[in-house]
């Protein structure tokens, strides 16, 4: 399994180059990007171009562009900048060589019928899967454990990636949302491992299910999580790709960059290395 560094982990204390610096530093593999506000901050100064060098002089690589949010249940003016927005995201993929691009559904307070949503789902990613082939870019859809998101539970995306039946989509498996929502571990026992593409690593504080929020997590094994499980689950069924370190906890943004990055790497070794082997890159 390859080591991955999600930026929410350094959210408030760090920018994409210190966070590039310190990730090739620390031996891992891939980087997930955030695109709302790491890469706009990043070309304030340097370009796509310098970006794209930087991952071909150095190990580590860019696994995904996070995220395109709020895509489904859109109005038509909505599903305008949200195909506008994809398409932008495909072009900085293509440039960096960035494998996925992550969405994330709707979250509101409106209250949608479970069909309008998964219709939705369905038509705007089967329209997004058209648009990535071209660039080799697959569709990772990311359900977010929180009541008010209208994809919320394992089950529930799962069936939305089935009925969308295209190579390009599959998911993201967020310990924490997976946990927040109470997602049942026999759906991801049925599942097609296959479709899994992305495994978010996490923990939480133990907080009634529809009461957590992305305050609570903490470093893997820490927590309430049942990450042994997980993946047990995920071995037995051949998942071979990055645990992504995604941790949105304020305690932690009081650190420095460097040293949350490395208690990051040290704490999800740790969990992940009685399940899989885990070859760190040295410099």
Not at 35 to 61: G, R, V, W
Request: net charge negative; charged share 25%; with cysteine.
């Amino acid at each position: 399994m390859k080591l991955c560094f999600n930026q929410a982990t350094t959210l408030e204390n760090s920018n994409l180059v210190k966070d590039l610096e310190y990730c090739e530093k620390h031996g891992y593999d891939f980087i997930e990007i955030r695109t709302m506000d790491k890469l706009p901050e990043y070309l304030q100064n340097h370009s796509i171009y310098d970006l794209a060098n930087f991952f071909k002089s150095n190990h580590i690589k860019p696994l995904a562009l996070n995220a395109l949010v709020f895509f489904n249940n859109r109005d038509e003016a909505g599903l305008k900048e949200t195909i506008a927005e994809f398409k932008n995201m495909l072009e900085v993929a293509g440039e960096i060589g960035a494998q996925y691009i992550v969405a994330v559904p709707l979250v509101t307070q409106e209250k949608i019928l479970k069909t309008d949503i998964k219709d939705s789902c369905v038509e705007v990613l089967k329209e997004l899967s058209e648009l990535a082939e071209p660039y080799g870019v697959n569709i990772a859809l990311e359900f977010v454990g929180h009541p008010q998101c209208t994809v919320n539970t394992f089950g529930q995306a799962y069936d939305i990636v089935e009925a969308v039946d295209r190579e390009n989509v599959g998911l993201v498996l967020d310990a924490f949302h997976f946990h927040a929502m109470g997602s049942d571990l026999e759906d991801l026992k049925n599942a097609d491992g296959s479709k899994i593409f992305i495994f978010h690593i996490d923990d939480t504080e133990d907080f009634p299910i529809g009461f957590l929020t992305d305050e609570d997590r903490v470093w893997p094994g820490l927590g309430a999580i049942d990450l042994e499980s997980m993946l047990n689950i995920l071995k037995d069924k051949g998942y071979s790709g990055p645990a992504s370190v995604e941790i949105f906890r304020p305690e932690y943004y009081q650190l420095d960059a460097e040293e949350a990055i490395k208690t990051a790497k040290e704490t999800t070794l740790e969990v992940i290395s009685n399940y899989y082997n885990v070859e760190i890159a040295s410099k």
